[in-house]
């Protein structure tokens, strides 16, 4: 069996916690250096999905060093064991945080509605102990404490605490006190008195070159970077099965303050094979280089992993 396949003792963990890792993709040596140089190519924006906005969403489609990343078989091959053989990618984030730089609030979502109203994901099939979608985080610097890692509420995607539906207001600054690019998920609680334990919170320090795979519904944010001189560095892609439709209502939308016209997007298929057909699908980026995709996992393997689960396999 690949060894990047989940045991069931693995995905049955996922299961209960919501979120799996850190495990290894690149050496450490290598995502550093693969990390300088994405900080330099990010730079140039002639060609991406999203010009004129300062975030930095899909850059995979026009920055070559993203595109291997998205479909890297360590991370391929575990979505497969946790959402089941035929995945796309969706959306990819590049994330720096710099010395000074705040933490991210708790916060949970499914749909990514909470700017808009609008759901970015719609699934048409509910499959148990099967999410809707997931997330990769992969460091391309260390994330010591003092960097601002990543923190999970383990357990926390059993229950919303938070109501991704509901529109957010405005505020000025960039990570800055607890806000994510200027919004403060704290005014999307169910109830405004409600505060996380964070003595039960998982705070996931990790080495240049892993990454963490989990569904955005288990509760997530992250500590500030405390330090003088470290920046951290990761990029979060962000994946679905083939019967989600992305995008089902928007031709361009607005979130954290930015603009965004769909016009150059489209959905990578990293795994497997797309017998639904819901979703504009692109197969190389702006270069021509081609995305890679990745063949189902037998079909024994997947059953000897997801036994009992209630969704399909060859």
């Known amino acids: 069996m690949d060894e990047n396949v989940l045991s069931r003792e693995e995905r049955e963990s996922f299961v209960d916690n919501g979120f799996l890792g850190p495990f290894k993709v690149y050496e450490p040596d290598e995502a550093k250096e693969i990390g300088k140089k994405i900080r330099v190519q990010t730079q140039n924006k002639e060609h991406a999905p999203f010009p004129t ?3 930095n969403y899909d850059r995979h489609i ?27 990618c969706w959306r990819s984030e590049f994330f720096p945080k710099y010395p000074g730089d705040g933490g991210t609030e708790w916060h949970q979502v499914e749909t990514y ?61 960039l990570n800055t006190n607890g806000s994510f690019f200027g ?38 944010g992250s500590l500030d970077n405390t330090s003088k001189r470290l920046m951290r560095l990761a990029v979060a892609t962000r994946y679905v099965s083939t019967d989600v439709k992305i ?12 603009h965004f016209d769909l016009a150059k997007w489209g959905a990578v298929l ?27 996992i037998e079909g024994m393997q997947i059953a000897k992993i997801c036994a009992g689960d209630q969704w399909a396999v060859d």
Request: proline residues 8%; neutral net charge.
């Open 62 to 88: 026009d920055v070559p060093l993203l595109t291997r990343p998205v479909s890297h078989p360590a991370i391929v091959r575990r979505l497969q064991s946790l959402i089941g053989p035929d995945v796309l």
């Open 183 to 220: 919004y403060h998920f704290d005014e999307l609680k169910l109830d405004p008195e409600w505060k996380a334990d964070e003595s039960k919170a998982r705070v996931m320090t990790m080495k240049a070159g892993e990454a963490v795979v989990f569904t955005a519904r288990c509760m997530h």
């Open 53 to 55: 906005a300062d975030i």
């Open 247 to 258: 995008y089902p209502y928007e031709k361009s939308f607005e979130e954290h303050g930015q």
């Open 113 to 173: 509605a909470y700017t808009t109203g609008t759901p970015h994901l719609e699934p048409t099939l509910r499959r148990e102990k099967t999410p809707t979608e997931l997330t990769v985080w992969t460091a391309f610097t260390d994330v010591p404490l003092e960097t601002g890692p990543l923190k999970f509420m383990p357990g926390s995607h059993k229950k919303w605490n938070f109501n991704e539906k509901q529109k957010m207001s405005k505020f000025d600054g």
């Open 270 to 296: 990293v795994a497997g094979q797309d017998d639904y057909k819901l979703n504009r699908i692109i197969t190389k980026n702006v270069h021509g280089d081609p995305f890679v995709t990745h063949p189902r």
